[in-house]
């Protein structure tokens, strides 16, 4: 069982340039979240997908950010005319089927990308 | 969103000492997790506990739901337990919201 992967694992930009990040899930997971960490804080939400919908995207920080999953597997993370304060890691997660009363919704995270703008 | 806080926010521990990291949530959750963060940034899953007390090996957690607190005890600590624990909690399904972490040093 691999785990989540998420590529590149470190992206220097310079400001204002656009950056793509891929997260490729555990196989039989079919949700899938992104997450950001700054320094010295925990990950905050920013967007999940069930299969290749996206269901909850109102935490997303700014109209510069997107996120699909065309294909209900692997999903990109784009971030349009990059600022220093998007510097920062971004995680992946993902859980398993909603199998009703016997759903565990445990998240299963990436090593993450550690993206710099410079 | 449902609120966490997590003491203490720093511990210094010599190897072999025991400790427990508290976490205080703001709402009723249908998901906690405990995490730790290594050096590079993994966060690596030690328990899925919404509820009750689980044990793995020299960690061990109880989430007492009704009273909206988890703990997660370590013993006989190692300097490989170094690094940041964090707990976090979801309501809705999808979103974990994450306390500030507990950032702990054994030292040998």
């Known amino acids: 069982d691999t785990g989540v992967s998420q590529n590149p694992r470190h992206k220097i930009t310079k400001r204002g340039q656009n950056v793509t990040f891929r997260c490729d899930p555990i196989?039989?997971?079919?949700?899938l979240y992104w997450y950001r960490q700054t320094l010295g804080q925990g990950p905050e939400f920013l967007t999940y997908?069930?299969?290749?919908?996206?269901?909850?995207k109102s935490r997303l920080l700014s109209d510069r950010f997107s996120a699909e999953r065309p294909k209900g597997s692997f999903s990109t993370l784009e971030i349009q005319r990059t600022e220093q304060g998007d510097s920062a890691m971004y995680l992946c997660?993902?859980?398993?089927?909603?199998?009703?009363?016997?759903?565990?919704?445990?998240?299963?995270f990436g090593p993450g990308t550690r993206l710099t703008v410079t | 969103g449902i609120q966490v806080e997590q003491s203490p926010p720093d511990l210094i521990l010599q190897e072999g000492a025991n400790s427990t990291l508290r976490c205080n949530f703001s709402?009723?959750?249908?998901?906690l997790q405990w995490f730790h963060q290594n050096p590079w940034g993994q966060l690596i899953n030690l328990f899925y506990?919404?509820?009750g007390t689980k044990q793995n090996g020299r960690l061990s957690a109880t989430t007492v739901a009704t009273e909206r607190y988890s703990l997660l005890y370590i013993s006989s600590s190692q300097t490989t337990d170094s690094g940041v624990y964090f707990c976090?909690?979801?309501?809705?399904?999808?979103?974990?919201?994450f306390g500030k972490g507990t950032s702990l040093l054994v030292t040998p």
């Open positions: 196989s039989e997971h079919n949700r």
């Open positions: 506990i919404p509820s």
């Open positions: 709402d009723s959750v249908n998901n």
């Open positions: 997660a993902s859980s398993p089927r909603d199998r009703g009363i016997l759903w565990d919704p445990e998240q299963y």
């Open positions: 997908f069930q299969n290749e919908a996206q269901l909850e």
């Open positions: 976090a909690v979801g309501d809705s399904g999808y979103a974990l919201n």
